[in-house]
């Protein structure tokens, strides 16, 4: 996150805001991620305040602001890359950037002071805010809150007196427990929700916010309001972390604990550091599997140093609002997502000692459970491995059953239509794969059931596919078919391995191109070893076993 060191607004007024429009006719562009954008629009909206410097109501633009830690990525994190029409090379310093949302609307301009790498920095002024369709009356800049809190007598001119808590992900009982104890000390709570980079077409999105408005709804006599930030979700802690009035960190804190003075900033945040997971607190109980399943590659997994700079951050923001103590993480005895996943999946009950009933109405309505919801089986495996075969047969026997929609998504027949004009290069590859993933996705959405026979031979992309479908709120069977090398050649129905030897196919996996074995495969099938039929009942075994058919 930037550090940002002076005043906190940085919207233009209309003037200036018409004259850099025209200007940016002439400029180069960038696309700005969801994420992307609602840091920039934190970083407009005044949230990134001094430690220890309250933010005053009715800041004003007096001219860019220099932002010496504040930097915008080019290159992969940007749909927009060096080499397009919108920018044809990395911008060099001198040069103004129009940052835009994905409609094309011009948020920002960035006049750009250094450019190291794929990295620029430089001179921000903002145009606009970014526009969100959903939920505006739970929207509120860094000013408007104040001001909010002041007209509610929740906070005072000589000093913030609330209190921060920051949701990641749902409220439960033991958090309302928490809140009501706050409020019996006499705190006023502001729970913020953190929602950076969250889209407003996302199911999942809107389920969290309606359990987090049902939850809050069961507190009487409680001075309790809900506020949508934009901040991106945190690693999940496993206790508690505190902000307290005399801006110390402290962590540990339980209900009702009170911050003890003089503690340091650094080591707090450690401590809080060593409690932390990877996994995601924003997640959900639709969209959380357990560390044993968890096939994100380590790389791309939160870390500790991460997880502290985040605490600082929320600290920086809270003060930013207004909100003079902070609240970061799940209270005591709070269930994880995937202990309420779990629950979910077998259509267990959810009692009241674990979470509220008007909350887990809103749960079981948007997760029932396995056997009521979509999945996708994906076989993966060398050309000539019986893939086509095996896929076709449990499309048949999931048809035969009468209680599942089943779309096949054969290879060879996604490329005829889906997939006509790409060709065999790598990219192409990954394209070709990556379509049938949101095919597979979105039949898994609607209740569906995707069966997918690509060859899919990397394991990044056949990650991805399994995050996109997994995302949708669904299941995902990858079954790998081991036949090996020798055998699916032997086979060659269609002469392919005949010809990539002779050089007439180029990067033919399995020859000239590799094939990565999965590691993360729910089953393991080698069809030297086993018949097409008893390969096929293994998988619907499975099925069975793990709750996706029920009878």
Same mark, same amino acid.
């Given at each position: 996150?930037p ?58 633009y007096?001219g ?11 290159g ?21 950037? +129009? ?62 007196? /609330?209190?921060?808590?920051? /949701? ?15 409020? +019996?000390?006499?705190n006023s709570?502001v ?17 969290r ?7 809050l ?30 801006n ?27 409690? +932390? ?41 809270s ?11 799940? /209270? ?24 509220p ?12 459970p ?12 060398l ?77 990044t ?24 090398l ?8 269609k ?6 030897? /002779? ?34 009942q293994?998988i ?12």
């Amino acid at each position: 996150m930037p550090t940002i060191r002076q005043r906190s607004a940085l919207l233009v007024d209309e003037a200036r805001a018409r004259e850099l429009t025209k200007a940016s006719l002439r400029w180069p562009s960038l696309t700005l991620t969801a994420t992307q954008l609602s840091d920039l629009e934190l970083l407009l909206s005044g949230g990134y305040p001094a430690l220890g410097v309250p933010a005053v109501a009715g800041d004003a633009y007096d001219g860019p602001a220099q932002l010496p830690r504040h930097t915008v990525e080019v290159g992969d994190a940007y749909p927009v890359t060096a080499g397009s029409a919108d920018l044809p090379r990395i911008p060099r310093p001198g040069t103004t950037v +129009a940052l835009r949302d994905s409609e094309g609307v011009m948020i920002a301009a960035l006049r750009v002071t250094d450019a190291a790498g794929s990295t620029l920095s430089g001179l921000v002024e903002g145009l606009r805010l970014p526009d969100h369709p959903d939920y505006p009356e739970l929207r509120f800049t860094p000013a408007a809150l104040r001001l909010e809190l002041l007209r509610r007598g929740w906070i005072t001119p000589t000093g913030p007196a /609330a209190t921060a808590l920051w /949701a990641d992900g749902l409220l439960h009982t033991a958090d309302l427990d928490r809140i009501e104890a706050l409020a +019996a000390a006499g705190n006023s709570i502001v729970v913020l929700a953190a929602v950076g980079g969250a889209d407003p077409a996302d199911a999942r999105h809107h389920l969290r916010v309606r359990c987090l408005r049902a939850a809050l709804a069961t507190l009487s006599d409680v001075r309790v309001m809900l506020a949508l930030v934009p901040v991106r979700a945190m690693p999940r802690l496993t206790e508690a972390v505190a902000f307290g009035p005399d801006n110390t960190i402290h962590a540990g804190a339980t209900t009702g604990d009170q911050p003890d003075a003089g503690q340091a900033t650094d080591q707090a945040t450690d401590r809080a550091t060593d409690r +932390a997971t990877d996994q995601t607190a924003g997640q959900t109980a639709d969209q959380t599997t357990d560390q044993t399943t968890d096939h994100r590659p380590a790389d791309d997994r939160e870390t500790e140093p991460a997880l502290a700079a985040e605490i600082i951050h929320r600290t920086q923001v809270s003060l930013a609002y207004g909100l003079g103590s902070m609240i970061v993480g799940p /209270a005591p005895n709070a269930p994880g997502a995937s202990a309420l996943a779990l629950l979910l999946d077998h259509g267990t009950r959810l009692p009241p000692m674990l979470t509220p009933p008007a909350v887990a109405a809103e749960l079981v309505r948007a997760q029932p459970p396995r056997g009521e919801r979509g999945f996708t089986v994906m076989f993966t495996g060398l050309s000539g491995s019986g893939k086509s075969t095996l896929a076709g047969l449990l499309a048949c026997r999931l048809l035969e059953r009468g209680d599942r929609r089943v779309t096949l998504l054969d290879g060879d027949v996604v490329r005829l239509h889906l997939s006509k004009g790409l060709g065999f290069s790598r990219e192409d590859r990954d394209i070709n794969v990556l379509r049938i993933g949101f095919v597979a996705a979105a039949v898994t959405a609607a209740g569906g059931t995707a069966v997918c026979a690509p060859i899919a031979p990397y394991g990044t992309v056949r990650r991805q596919v399994r995050t996109m479908v997994e995302d949708s709120g669904g299941g995902f069977i990858l079954v790998h078919v081991a036949t090996p090398l020798e055998i699916c050649e032997a086979r060659d129905r269609k002469g392919l391995y005949a010809k990539a030897r /002779a050089g007439i196919i180029p990067s033919f996996t399995g020859v000239s191109d590799p094939y990565e074995e999965p590691t993360d495969a729910e089953i393991v099938i080698d069809t030297t070893q086993t018949s097409p039929q008893a390969a096929v009942q293994s998988i619907l075994d499975h099925l069975h076993t793990h709750g996706w058919l029920t009878s």
